[in-house]
C-alpha cells in the first residue's frame, strides 16, 4: 500500500536555526515526491518535487530511495517559514498511472523570533 | 488567471442531506482532482476527471460521485451526510490529461460541516 507518514506535528524553532521535517514514504513503484505549503489563509502550493532538484525559498530536499525518505531541510529558518507543511507521493504503477496525489497528515512549522 | 475557484466558500447541511460542490479549474487545465480534508490531517484522494469521466478513484463510498463538464469544470456531490463527512473539500486542476509530472493547483476549498 502506498502511504506517507510525517512523523512531527509541530515543528517549533528559533529564527536563523536549521530547519528538517521529516517524511518517509511506501510504495512499491517508482515514486515522485513533493514539499506542498499552505501559509496562514493561503491554499495549498507546491514548494518543490524531487525531479526538480531545485532549491525553493532556501529549501532542499533529496530523495533516498534506500530510506524511503524526502526530508526538507533548510539551513537558516526564516519567520515567514512559518505555515503547515505537506508531503506528497505519486508515480508510476499507481493505479491508473496518474498523478494522484497521498499526502503524509502535515506537519506546522513555527519559527521565532 | 484567477487559478482554481471553488464554490460555496462554506455550507451547513444536516444528516441524510445531499450537497454539490463546485469547481472551476485554471485556464489551460483538462483535468480536476477532489480531495478531502478532515481536521488535523492531510488532503485525502477521492477522485479524478478527465474528458468527462472519472478515471481513478480513491478509496470512498459510490455515496460520493462526480461529474465533467465540457468546458472543464466539475461538480462533486455527495448524498446521504454523515457527520464523518464534515471537512475542507479542495479541487485541484492540471494540464494536459494529468499526466506524471504536471504540477496540480488547489483551489481555496470549500467547507462542509454537517450537523
Known amino acids: 500500500a502506498q502511504r506517507v507518514t510525517q512523523p512531527e506535528k509541530l515543528l517549533s524553532v528559533f529564527k536563523g536555526a536549521p530547519v528538517e521535517l521529516k517524511c518517509n514514504y511506501s510504495?512499491?513503484?517508482?515514486?515522485?515526491l513533493f514539499w506542498y505549503v499552505q501559509y496562514s489563509r493561503q491554499r495549498l502550493q507546491l514548494l518543490l518535487r524531487h525531479i526538480s532538484r531545485e532549491s525553493i525559498k532556501g529549501f532542499t530536499a533529496d530523495l533516498n530511495k534506500g530510506e524511503t525518505s524526502f526530508h526538507l531541510k533548510k539551513p537558516f529558518a526564516q519567520e515567514e517559514d512559518s505555515a503547515m507543511y505537506y508531503c506528497a507521493l505519486s508515480g508510476l504503477g499507481m493505479p491508473g498511472g496518474y498523478n494522484k496525489l497521498i499526502f503524509g497528515a502535515g506537519t506546522r512549522l513555527a519559527v521565532h523570533p | 488567471d484567477a487559478g482554481v475557484t471553488q464554490s460555496p466558500t462554506h455550507l451547513i447541511k444536516t444528516r441524510g442531506q445531499q450537497v454539490t460542490l463546485r469547481c472551476s479549474p485554471k485556464s489551460g487545465h483538462d483535468t480536476v482532482s477532489w480531495y478531502q480534508q478532515a481536521l488535523g490531517q492531510g488532503p485525502q484522494f477521492i477522485f479524478q476527471y478527465y474528458e468527462e469521466e472519472e478515471r481513478q478513484r480513491g478509496n470512498f463510498p459510490d455515496r460520493f460521485s462526480g461529474h465533467q463538464f465540457p468546458n472543464y469544470s466539475s461538480e462533486l456531490n455527495v448524498n446521504a451526510l454523515l457527520l464523518g463527512d464534515s471537512a475542507l473539500y479542495l479541487c485541484?486542476?492540471?494540464?494536459?490529461?494529468?499526466?506524471?509530472?504536471?504540477?496540480?493547483?488547489f483551489g481555496p476549498g470549500t467547507r462542509l460541516t454537517v450537523l
Open positions: 510504495y512499491s513503484g517508482s515514486p515522485e
Open positions: 485541484a486542476s492540471s494540464p494536459l490529461a494529468g499526466g506524471l509530472g504536471y504540477e496540480q493547483f
